[in-house]
T-cell receptor, first 116, second 114 residues
Framework: ETGVTQTPRHLVMGMTNKKSLKCEQH?????MYWYKQSAKKPLELMFV???????ENNSVPSRFSPECPNSSHLFLHLHTLQPEDSALYLCASSQESGQPYSYEQYFGPGTRLTVT | QKEVEQNSGPLSVPEGAIASLNCTYSDRGSQSFFWYRQYSGKSPELIMF????GDKEDGRFTAQLNKASQYVSLLIRDSQPSDSATYLC??????????????FGKGTKLSVKP
């Protein structure tokens, strides 16, 4: 079983709702990520946090707002979403350092989001 | 635009055969290359990574990297029906402080027939 957990696993929300996705990693990693996976599209990186600091915002609309209170927890706050935002939202974590090579990322089970 | 290209498949092979999955990438500065397996309805799981040109073997899996051709492949020997999944190729561009960020391909769906 993965060391990265996500809640809820399924979420249905209206366009005017506000909800939050939660991710927790138990692997002692320093970096955490949010990805969006839509049908027929590659995994899209949304946000990256290294040591609680946001280091990447991949041109994500402001209706998605990340929060990383510590290296083990990551949230994605959602408000006024659109139907095209319906997708699988995946959290991942990895080690991070000044080394030139990437460390492998471990994914959580994902939250299946449906916007009605 | 940095891209990772994969044939979407489906790639169908008989049980016991070798499955060959291919991936090309656009950025010559790419440093790290990963293969993830994703079963239907599940999250991706890492199965192989490779940093240097050549082959890397792990059990029934062999990753091959050719940086000059910007090409990375995954061979699965003695394919089993349980290998049926979508295989995602991912490449790390490693620029500035964004180490660890991955660019994914759309994935190749593999079907192993008993």
């Amino acid at each position: 079983e993965t060391g990265v957990t996500q809640t809820p696993r399924h979420l249905v929300m209206g366009m005017t709702n506000k909800k939050s996705l939660k991710c927790e990693q138990h692997l002692g990693h320093n970096a955490m990520y949010w990805y969006k996976q839509s049908a027929k599209k590659p995994l899209e990186l949304m946000f990256v946090y290294n040591f609680k600091e946001q280091t990447e915002n991949n041109s994500v609309p402001s209706r998605f707002s990340p929060e990383c209170p510590n290296s083990s927890h990551l949230f994605l706050h959602l408000h006024t979403l659109q139907p095209e935002d319906s997708a699988l939202y995946l959290c991942a974590s990895s080690q991070e350092s000044g080394q030139p090579y990437s460390y492998e990322q471990y994914f959580g089970p994902g939250t299946r989001l449906t916007v009605t | 635009q940095k891209e990772v290209e994969q044939n979407s498949g489906p790639l169908s092979v008989p049980e016991g055969a070798i499955a060959s999955l291919n991936c090309t990438y656009s950025d010559r500065g790419s440093q790290s290359f990963f293969w993830y397996r994703q079963y239907s309805g599940k999250s991706p799981e890492l199965i192989m990574f490779i940093y240097s040109n050549g082959d890397k073997e792990d059990g029934r899996f062999t990753a091959q990297l050719n940086k000059a051709s910007q090409y990375v492949s995954l061979l699965i020997r003695d394919s089993q029906p349980s290998d049926s999944a979508t295989y995602l190729c991912a490449v790390s561009m490693n620029y500035g402080g964004s180490q660890g960020n991955l660019i994914f391909g759309k994935g190749t769906k593999l079907s192993v027939k008993p």
